[in-house]
C-alpha cells in the first residue's frame, strides 16, 4: 500500500491530478501577473497614481503566489510549468495588450479572477477530498483574499 503514496504520504495519483490543476493555475496567473506589469506601466489619466501603486501591489502578490503554486507542485513531486509557450497554451486569461485606460485595465483583473478563482475552489475541493492540507490551505488563503479583492475592483467600478 506504501508503494501508492508519495514522499509525503499522499495518494501518488490524487498528487498528479492536483498537479496538473496546480499547473493551469499556475499559467493563468503568470498571464494575469504580466497583464497586471503591462497595466502598472501603462496606466494613464486622473487615477494614475492611485492605480499605478495597486497595480504594482497586485502583480508583487501575483509573482508570490507563482512561486508558492511552482513549489507546491515539486512538494507533490511533479514538475511546475516554466515556458511561455505552455503558459500561453494552457490559460484561459487572455493577454492584455496596450492597456492605459484604469476602467479597461480593472475590468480585466475582473476577468481574470473569474477564471482564477473557479480554479482554486476546484483545487481546494481536490485537495481536500485528497487529504492534501498544503494545497488546501494555500487555495483557501488565496481564495479568501480574492473575494476581498473582487468586491474591492467592483466597487471602484461602481458595480
Known amino acids: 500500500m506504501a508503494s501508492n503514496l508519495n514522499k509525503i504520504g499522499l495518494d501518488k495519483q ?23 506589469r503591462g497595466f502598472h506601466w ?3 489619466g486622473e487615477k494614475f497614481f492611485e492605480l499605478h501603486i495597486k497595480f504594482e501591489e ?3 502578490d501575483s509573482l508570490l503566489k507563482i512561486d508558492e503554486i511552482a513549489e507546491r507542485i515539486l ?22 495588450k496596450n492597456v492605459s485606460s484604469g476602467n479597461t485595465a480593472i475590468q480585466e483583473i475582473l476577468k481574470g479572477y473569474e477564471v482564477i478563482l473557479p480554479l482554486e475552489r476546484e483545487l481546494l475541493e481536490m485537495s481536500g477530498e485528497s487529504n492534501d492540507e498544503g494545497t488546501n490551505a494555500l487555495m483557501s488563503d488565496y481564495i479568501r483574499e480574492q473575494e476581498k479583492l473582487i468586491w474591492m475592483y467592483s466597487a471602484y467600478l461602481n458595480q
Open 14 to 36: 490524487a498528487s498528479n491530478n492536483l498537479s496538473d490543476k496546480l499547473n493551469e493555475l499556475l499559467a493563468n496567473y503568470q498571464i494575469f501577473y504580466m497583464n497586471a
Open 42 to 44: 501603462n496606466i494613464k
Open 58 to 60: 497586485l502583480y508583487n
Open 75 to 96: 512538494t507533490l513531486g511533479f514538475t511546475p510549468l516554466h515556458t511561455y509557450t505552455d503558459y500561453l497554451e494552457i490559460a484561459k486569461i487572455k493577454a492584455a
